[in-house]
């Protein structure tokens, strides 16, 4: 589980620090795939694990995109709501230490509306950090939510291509 999840993150790095970060679409559309290893975690992940990796992500993400601690806040801000959200939506079972949030086992409904505020939460907080002023702010909701649709395309797109059903 640990070695699954180390690539993962290396591999949603690499296409956000290398790929993502480089599109530029009129300015409203920022793609940020990296919150994908948080939403893939475990169900039964410490929350001090959750936290730690969030931190951790975020900060990655600061230093690659020279913003100081905006990917952090907004990361950590995202992990902690995580099991809030995730709870609404998940079945009512008994989980696997291995069982993480996926279209399967939460339904393509659940799992794109659970994304989504947990995509509102991060991307939110991540672009009023940015700008710092309500000055502009129908511009930076809007830039918000041309990022969370972008961001929630991708992220259902990487679910259907790296799924793997269970023999």
Known sequence: MLFKNLIRLIFILVVQVLILNNIYLGGYINPLIYVLFIIKLPYLVRGWVLLLSAFGVGLTMDIFGNT?????AALVAMALS????LGLFAPRRDFNLTDEPSIKDLGIFNYVIACFLLLIV????????????????????LRSLGSILFTLVLIVI????FYRPKT
């Open 68 to 72: 100081p601690g905006l990917h952090t």
């Open 82 to 85: 995580r099991p809030f959200i």
């Open 122 to 141: 991060h991307h939110f907080m991540f672009f009023f950090l940015e700008i710092f002023r309500f000055t502009e702010f129908w511009t930076t909701v």
């Open 158 to 161: 990487a679910e259907f291509l």
